[in-house]
C-alpha cells in the first residue's frame, strides 16, 4: 500500500503501535515532581509556505508548530531546536531573516533558542524540536460524557486568508487581522498554562477543528455535540466571507492553520474559566461515539474533514 492510500493519520496509528504508545500531540517524560514534553514538527516549503510569507514569518512559523504542540499537552516552553535544509544559492540575508524570527519566537514565549543542525535541499525545510516542562500533562484519552468543549481564539481565519491569496494576493492587506493569523499564527501558550489546571483533554487545531474532534473522540472514546452557534469566527471572518463567497463556519469547522487550542473541561471545574479572556464553550462530551453538528436545532453527523498529509 502506497502512503497517500493511507494516509498520515492511520500512519501515525501504526508508527505508535510499534512504539507502544498512545497518538499525542507530543512526546511525555516522567521526571521527579514534572513531566518533560517533547514535540518535532516539520515547514516544507511547498506545503506549508503561502505566497507572500517572509522568511521572518517562516522563522516564526517553525517555532509555532511546535509550541502548539507544547500548549496541547499543558507544557511551558523552554528550549528549542531547529534543522534547516535549504538550497546552496540561498541569500545569505534571507537564512539569517528566518534565524531572528525564530529567535525572536522563542524569546517571547520565555524559551532559549539552543541550536540546531543545517544541510543543503532542493527545497526549504524546516524541523524544528521543542522542549516543555509541565507539572500536569494533559492527554487526549481522558474526556468524559459531561465534560464541555472549549476552544481557544476565534476559527477559519488562517483558511480564508489562504482561500483569498489564490483569489487576489493584494486584496489580504485590507484584512489585517486575517493577514496576520495567515501569516504569523501564534501559540496558545498562555491559554494552555490555565487549561493545563482543569482540562480533561486537550488538543491544537492545526488540521481542522472536526479532524481535532475525532482525534479526541478516537482516544478517549466518547462523542461529541457541537452547536454551530456557538462556534467563534471573527468579524473580519465573516465579511470576507461573504466578499468571497464560501461559508464562514465551513472554513472554521474544516479550515487548518489555526493553531488553537480544543479542551474538554468537567462541568464541576467549568466555573473556573475566565471566558471573557478568549475562550468559548461550543458544546457537549456525549456517551455515543458520533460527533454531532446542530444548527438551528437540526443535527447532523460532522464530517470528519480537513488538511491531512500525504492524501491526495
Same mark, same amino acid.
Given at each position: 500500500?502506497?502512503?497517500?492510500?493511507?494516509?498520515?493519520?492511520?500512519?501515525?496509528?501504526?508508527?505508535?503501535?510499534?512504539?507502544?504508545?498512545?497518538?499525542?500531540?507530543?512526546?511525555?517524560?516522567?521526571?521527579?515532581?514534572?513531566?518533560?514534553?517533547?514535540?518535532? *514538527?516539520?515547514?516544507?516549503?511547498?506545503?506549508? #509556505?503561502?505566497?507572500?510569507?517572509?522568511?521572518?514569518?517562516?522563522?516564526?512559523?517553525?517555532?509555532?508548530?511546535?509550541?502548539?504542540?507544547?500548549?496541547?499537552?499543558?507544557?511551558?516552553?523552554?528550549?528549542?531546536?531547529?534543522?534547516? /535544509?535549504?538550497?546552496?544559492?540561498?541569500?545569505?540575508?534571507?537564512?539569517?531573516?528566518?534565524?531572528?524570527?525564530?529567535?525572536?519566537?522563542?524569546?517571547?514565549?520565555?524559551?532559549?533558542?539552543?541550536?540546531?543542525?543545517?544541510?543543503?535541499?532542493?527545497?526549504?525545510?524546516?524541523?524544528?524540536?521543542?522542549?516543555?516542562?509541565?507539572?500536569?500533562?494533559?492527554?487526549?484519552?481522558?474526556?468524559?460524557?459531561? *465534560?464541555?468543549?472549549? #476552544?481557544?481564539?476565534?476559527?477559519?481565519?488562517?483558511?480564508?486568508?489562504?482561500?483569498?491569496?489564490?483569489?487576489?494576493?493584494?486584496?489580504?492587506?485590507?484584512?489585517?487581522?486575517?493577514?496576520?493569523?495567515?501569516?504569523?499564527?501564534?501559540?496558545?501558550?498562555?491559554?494552555?498554562?490555565?487549561?493545563?489546571?482543569?482540562?480533561?483533554?486537550?488538543?491544537?487545531?492545526?488540521?481542522?477543528?472536526?479532524?481535532?474532534?475525532? *482525534?479526541?473522540?478516537?482516544?478517549?472514546?466518547?462523542?461529541?455535540?457541537?452547536?454551530?452557534?456557538?462556534?467563534?469566527?471573527?468579524?473580519?471572518?465573516?465579511?470576507?466571507?461573504?466578499?468571497?463567497?464560501?461559508?464562514?463556519?465551513?472554513?472554521?469547522?474544516?479550515?487548518?492553520?489555526?493553531?488553537?487550542?480544543?479542551?474538554?473541561?468537567?462541568? *464541576?471545574?467549568?466555573?473556573?474559566?475566565?471566558?471573557?479572556?478568549?475562550?468559548?464553550?461550543?458544546?457537549?462530551?456525549?456517551?455515543?461515539?458520533?460527533?454531532?453538528?446542530?444548527?438551528?436545532?437540526?443535527?447532523?453527523?460532522?464530517?470528519?474533514? /480537513?488538511?491531512?498529509?500525504?492524501?491526495?
Amino acid at each position: 500500500m502506497e502512503l497517500f492510500q493511507l494516509g498520515e493519520k492511520k500512519l501515525v496509528e501504526k508508527l505508535c503501535e510499534i512504539l507502544g504508545n498512545k497518538v499525542e500531540d507530543a512526546a511525555c517524560i516522567k521526571l521527579n515532581s514534572d513531566f518533560l514534553v517533547i514535540s518535532t *514538527d516539520m515547514i516544507y516549503e511547498q506545503t506549508h #509556505v503561502p505566497e507572500g510569507m517572509s522568511y521572518y514569518q517562516i522563522g516564526k512559523l517553525i517555532v509555532t508548530v511546535n509550541f502548539s504542540d507544547l500548549a496541547a499537552m499543558a507544557a511551558k516552553p523552554l528550549a528549542f531546536l531547529l534543522a534547516i /535544509g535549504c538550497s546552496r544559492n540561498m541569500k545569505e540575508e534571507n537564512f539569517l531573516e528566518i534565524i531572528r524570527g525564530v529567535k525572536d519566537s522563542c524569546q517571547k514565549y520565555g524559551a532559549r533558542f539552543v541550536g540546531g543542525d543545517t544541510k543543503e535541499a532542493e527545497k526549504l525545510t524546516l524541523t524544528g524540536t521543542a522542549i516543555g516542562l509541565t507539572e500536569r500533562p494533559v492527554f487526549r484519552y481522558k474526556a468524559r460524557p459531561g *465534560d464541555k468543549i472549549v #476552544v481557544t481564539g476565534t476559527l477559519g481565519d488562517a483558511a480564508l486568508g489562504l482561500e483569498l491569496l489564490k483569489k487576489k494576493r493584494n486584496k489580504l492587506k485590507d484584512y489585517p487581522y486575517i493577514k496576520k493569523r495567515t501569516f504569523e499564527p501564534e501559540p496558545r501558550v498562555k491559554e494552555a498554562l490555565l487549561l493545563g489546571e482543569i482540562a480533561s483533554s486537550m488538543t491544537d487545531i492545526s488540521d481542522s477543528l472536526a479532524i481535532s474532534l475525532y *482525534d479526541i473522540s478516537k482516544e478517549s472514546n466518547v462523542g461529541f455535540e457541537i452547536f454551530s452557534e456557538k462556534i467563534p469566527i471573527s468579524e473580519e471572518a465573516l465579511e470576507l466571507a461573504k466578499i468571497i463567497g464560501v461559508s464562514p463556519l465551513e472554513k472554521a469547522l474544516y479550515g487548518g492553520g489555526d493553531y488553537e487550542l480544543l479542551a474538554t473541561i468537567p462541568k *464541576d471545574k467549568i466555573d473556573k474559566l475566565p471566558l471573557n479572556e478568549g475562550f468559548t464553550i461550543i458544546g457537549n462530551v456525549i456517551e455515543q461515539r458520533k460527533i454531532f453538528l446542530v444548527s438551528n436545532g437540526k443535527k447532523r453527523i460532522l464530517e470528519k474533514m /480537513g488538511y491531512e498529509h500525504f492524501k491526495r
